[in-house]
């Protein structure tokens, strides 16, 4: 597609509930992050990922956070049991690889989540 | 890890006004972005500049990275300038991850 895609926009949820969370990247891209963003904060990284596997993962704040990515394209994010604290804007970012990792990096529009 | 530090926090201009943001790394660098977080939440992208000089219409950046600072221009400013700007680098020897700053909120009154 021509930018990074996510859904849903908005999801609100109760506490207790599993949420999944959506990302196509832009076509060509092999290097795809997920990053949260709290009411007011910066943004937070939470898992990269370069082509299908995960060699970052270290801000998933809990186990309760997971990640995948298939086909080097789409990426899925899925809280499990969610709490109010994971209430937060969560951003998708792509970007082309080369070998310094010197290129740009694209932002999709955000999954806004409510929890409660 | 690195630090990215972005100042002023917060400011207010009149419209028409000019402003300098100021972004700091605590070190080396081989990728700088600067980006504008519209109050929908959207973050777009204003520059790819991991040095010298770049500009785009009223907004123009400059990174010393020798220096480790990035600095962003806004002349003639518009109240659609509102918003959040952030500057992110990414570490020449990290996971590539993009490590942002804490932005600096910008309000344009008309």
């Known amino acids: 597609g021509a930018g990074v895609s996510q859904s849903p926009s908005n999801k609100v949820t109760e506490k207790g509930k599993d949420v999944e969370l959506r990302c196509d990247p832009i076509?060509?891209?092999?290097?795809l992050y997920w990053y949260r963003q709290s009411l007011g904060q910066g943004l937070e990284f939470l898992i990269y990922?370069?082509?299908?596997?995960?060699?970052?993962k270290s801000g998933l704040p809990s186990d309760r956070f997971s990640a995948e990515r298939t086909g080097g394209s789409v990426s899925t994010l899925t809280i499990q049991r969610t709490q109010q604290e994971d209430s937060a804007v969560y951003l998708c970012a792509s970007r082309k690889r080369d070998r310094v990792m010197n290129t740009e990096a694209f932002f999709g529009q955000g999954t806004r989540l409510t929890v409660v | 890890g690195i630090q990215v530090e972005q100042s002023p926090p917060d400011l207010i201009l009149q419209e028409g006004a000019n402003s300098t943001l100021r972004c700091n790394f605590s070190d080396s660098v081989n990728n700088l972005q600067w980006f504008h977080q519209n109050p929908w939440g959207q973050l777009i992208n204003l520059f790819y500049?991991?040095?010298g000089t770049k500009q785009n219409g009223r907004l123009s950046a400059t990174t010393v990275a020798t220096e480790r600072y990035s600095l962003l221009y806004i002349s003639s400013s518009q109240t659609t300038d509102s918003g959040v700007y952030f500057c992110?680098?990414?570490?020449?020897?990290?996971?590539?991850?993009?490590?942002f700053g804490s932005g600096t909120r910008l309000l344009v009154r008309p």
């Open positions: 992110a680098v990414v570490r020449m020897d990290s996971s590539y991850k993009l490590i």
């Open positions: 076509s060509g891209h092999t290097a």
């Open positions: 990922f370069q082509g299908n596997s995960a060699p970052d």
């Open positions: 500049i991991p040095s």
